[in-house]
């Protein structure tokens, strides 16, 4: 297929979606292309006790209020796929799938667009791919020695594939109290969960509304040349979800020092203590999935693209959405992602006109 659209948006998941939204009602001529063959983002993929930070109704798109989940407080990533597929529904979006993106490439006054079923032009593009196509593995020493199993949080799904396991998780995150946290409940898995640093819980109070003031806080401060307010890191690491809580108040979530090094067939800490481990889940996080603009040469320092908000310094007709706070505060997440997708679509609206 080859196609030509004021607007591409690259991935639909709730940032091609929030973009989508915000550009209909701008009437411009638009497409999202999704490389995945069913609505839902990366949420599709996520295992099956994912909760959210946040109630429903403060984890919504523009447009669209997330109806709540019956009995849970905190909905699952099933119940986030069903609301994204409505919204997409609801307001009719043009969304092309499966559609992978190979590159996109300058092209006079507009952008080219490569997929794996043709090309598009575009006089904008807004790329909101997201992070989860990219997970980090850090080089660990023995990392590639290890002759047990190794997978990223995004291969976890339940604890019922590691019954009769010894099994590490690796992280002081969200993902690495929620997975050791179902994993720490079953019967028959051996779980050791280790962070670089003590685990920093939030209060139990505080959810996901108040990480979004933080971030937004954080932002303006930084914007306005005031003092770094710390943003979401000045109150923790960890949201406790009622499933992080639980565990965690039966003594089931203790945290080990990170271990110096992987051996053949287990894991050894700075001080030589060793256990041996059948399987270590890397719960360490994303970078930003951004292959795809290699063509444009617009990486600086330390790969980093420089934006301005939402938009791209050395190429004002490209926007970056839902990657973090760098491209809008908490932009990465439900909540957060509608307000630099408003600003991102009334931007290209003006440089279309």
């Not at 986030?80 to 092209?107: I, K, N, T």
Request: hydrophobic letters at 40%; glycine letters at 12%; one cysteine or more.
């Amino acid at each position: 297929m080859t196609g030509t659209a004021d607007v591409v948006v690259i991935g639909g998941g709730q940032a091609g979606l929030a973009a989508g939204y915000h550009l209909r009602r701008k009437n411009l001529d638009f497409v999202v292309l999704d490389a995945q063959h069913t609505p839902g983002g990366a949420w599709q993929h996520a295992w099956d006790s994912l909760r959210l930070f946040s109630p429903a109704a403060f984890s919504s798109l523009p447009g669209h209020v997330m109806p709540a989940q019956p009995g849970e407080q905190y909905p699952d990533a099933g119940h986030v796929v069903e609301y994204l597929s409505d919204h997409e529904r609801r307001y009719g979006l043009p969304v092309h799938r499966p559609v992978r993106v190979r590159a996109v490439h300058r092209d006079g006054e507009r952008l080219r667009v490569m997929t794996d079923t043709g090309s598009w032009s575009a006089r904008a593009v807004v790329s909101a791919t997201g992070t989860w196509w990219r997970p980090l593995l850090p080089a660990v020493p023995g990392r590639e020695a290890f002759t047990g199993h190794q997978i990223h949080t995004t291969g976890y799904r339940r604890p019922s594939a590691f019954a009769g396991q010894r099994v590490v998780v690796v992280g002081g995150g969200n993902s690495g109290a929620q997975i050791a946290a179902d994993l720490a409940v079953h019967d028959g898995i051996d779980l050791t969960w280790v962070t670089r640093r003590p685990p920093r819980f939030l209060a139990d109070d505080i959810d996901g509304r108040a990480l979004f003031d933080a971030a937004t806080a954080r932002r303006h401060a930084l914007d306005e040349g005031r003092t770094d307010t710390g943003g979401v890191a000045s109150l923790g690491d960890i949201v406790a979800v009622p499933p992080v809580r639980e565990a965690r108040d039966a003594g089931l979530l203790k945290a080990q020092p990170m271990f110096d090094r992987l051996l053949a067939d287990g894991i050894r800490w700075r001080d030589a203590t060793s256990a041996p481990v059948d399987t270590v889940i890397w719960c360490t996080g994303f970078r930003p999935a951004l292959s795809h603009l290699a063509p444009l040469g617009l990486r600086g320092t330390g790969g980093h693209i420089a934006t301005d908000g939402t938009r791209v310094l050395d190429e004002p007709r490209l926007h970056l959405l839902g990657y973090g706070d760098w491209t809008g505060p908490a932009s990465a997440t439900l909540i957060g992602v509608g307000r630099p997708a408003r600003e991102s679509a009334r931007q290209i609206a003006e440089l279309l006109a």
